[in-house]
């Protein structure tokens, strides 16, 4: 490390301390996070993405408890004869198959960086803003990554077995599939035979048919797995994977043949010209291929628990490198099952040429 970049460095190390309301030996250790250091933090993340910003991202006292976000999830309006000797039993509108229940898992974003890069940004005047910006939009583009494909919460993680951050937390198409299988439209008519690697229909006829010639009649068809008074929520879109997004292209409408919309990009979300299925088409970050999601944005959210996000940050000279070991208590929610359609695993037709 170069000696302006050494005071640079030091200077960061000082504002850290001052922040937190701990001397500058203590950065070197494990402390808890200032709450309004915390606070800032999470928004600096929040707007590091055009889609987080477009999500729920709640702060929450316990590590375990009641959604906080939750809207209502059912009718409530009717009546009970109670001339018959029927008794009014309310229930709770709130409620979802998962309890309504959230559970915070830590989580580690530890990371290093080396004396040369840091050497780089020592002409900067902002130096200090670099180096906290640098972490908060990995960390926004992570939890985006573990949203999408979280299955499972490891007491150790693999990186290299796990590229997409698997098995670091439940992401959200994990619990819809979990605690709503019956809002999944997982797999048509048509299969996959191993043994020839080609699509084949239920009576075993090879290469005869798809499951949908485009996606129009998919998005209609799953739409009826919403709860009915959520259909005609004007807020719903249609999440896409990329590869039905290939070439920035649509199928539209089954009887369409190949005629095709264009989508735009616009900054991290690339939105359709037109609709699919009557809904607004969106593909986001990091959203698998061959997968579609019907749902509202703001039924998504991430809990964080206040008062858990730790950090540490020391140097180290053997490695050549500075170290931040930072951790935090998150948790993936979906606000209302009933408010969302997952589709996976369909033989689409083919994209336009």
């Known amino acids: 490390m170069q000696n302006a970049t050494r005071a640079l460095f030091n200077a960061?190390?000082?504002?850290?301390?001052?922040?937190?309301?701990?001397?500058?030996?203590?950065?070197?250790?494990?402390?808890?996070?200032?709450?309004a250091v915390e606070q800032k933090l999470e928004e600096v993340i929040k707007h590091s993405s055009e889609f987080l910003q477009l999500i729920n991202m709640v702060p929450v006292i316990q590590q375990e408890g009641d959604k906080v976000g939750i809207g209502v999830t059912r009718t409530m309006a009717g009546r009970t004869n109670t001339a018959a000797g029927n008794r009014r039993t309310p229930t709770d509108p709130t409620d979802t198959s998962d309890r309504?229940?959230?559970?915070?898992?830590?989580?580690?974003?530890?990371?290093?960086l080396k004396y040369a890069k840091i050497d780089a940004w020592r002409h900067k005047p902002?130096?200090?803003?670099l180096l906290r910006d640098a972490i908060a939009k990995q960390q926004g583009r992570d939890r985006i990554m573990i949203g999408w494909h979280g299955t499972s919460a490891a007491a150790q993680t693999d990186r290299v077995a796990n590229p997409l951050l698997q098995d670091v937390n439940f992401g959200w198409l994990y619990k819809i599939r979990t605690h709503a299988a019956e809002r999944v439209l997982s797999d048509g008519d048509l299969t996959v035979d191993p043994a020839k690697?080609?699509?084949?229909?239920?009576?075993?006829?090879?290469?005869?048919?798809?499951d949908y010639k485009s996606l129009d009649a998919l998005v209609m068809d799953a739409v009826e797995l919403i709860d009915e008074w959520n259909r005609d929520d004007t807020e719903l879109v249609v999440i896409v994977g990329r590869d039905l997004v290939h070439d920035k292209y649509?199928?539209?409408?089954?009887?369409?043949?190949?005629?095709?919309?264009?989508v735009e990009?616009?900054?991290?979300?690339?939105?359709?010209?037109?609709?699919i299925g009557g809904l607004p088409a969106v593909r986001v970050p990091?959203?698998?291929a061959g997968k579609l999601l019907i749902t509202r944005l703001d039924n998504l959210s991430i809990y964080w628990q206040e008062g858990t996000r730790r950090r540490a940050v020391r140097e180290e000279p053997a490695l050549d490198q500075i170290e931040n070991y930072e951790s935090v208590n998150e948790a993936y929610v979906v606000e209302d099952y009933g408010l969302c359609s997952l589709v996976e695993n369909i033989v689409m037709g083919k994209k336009p040429d």
């Open 265 to 275: 990009a616009a900054d991290r979300i690339i939105r359709s010209e037109k609709q």
């Open 126 to 129: 902002e130096f200090q803003v």
């Open 100 to 112: 309504g229940r959230y559970s915070c898992k830590q989580t580690n974003f530890d990371h290093a």
């Open 12 to 35: 960061y190390v000082s504002q850290i301390a001052l922040l937190n309301g701990i001397d500058t030996d203590t950065v070197g250790k494990m402390f808890t996070v200032a709450p």
């Open 250 to 262: 649509f199928n539209i409408v089954n009887t369409a043949g190949d005629k095709a919309t264009e």
């Open 197 to 210: 690697a080609i699509y084949v229909d239920a009576s075993g006829e090879v290469g005869v048919d798809v």
């Open 286 to 288: 990091f959203f698998p």
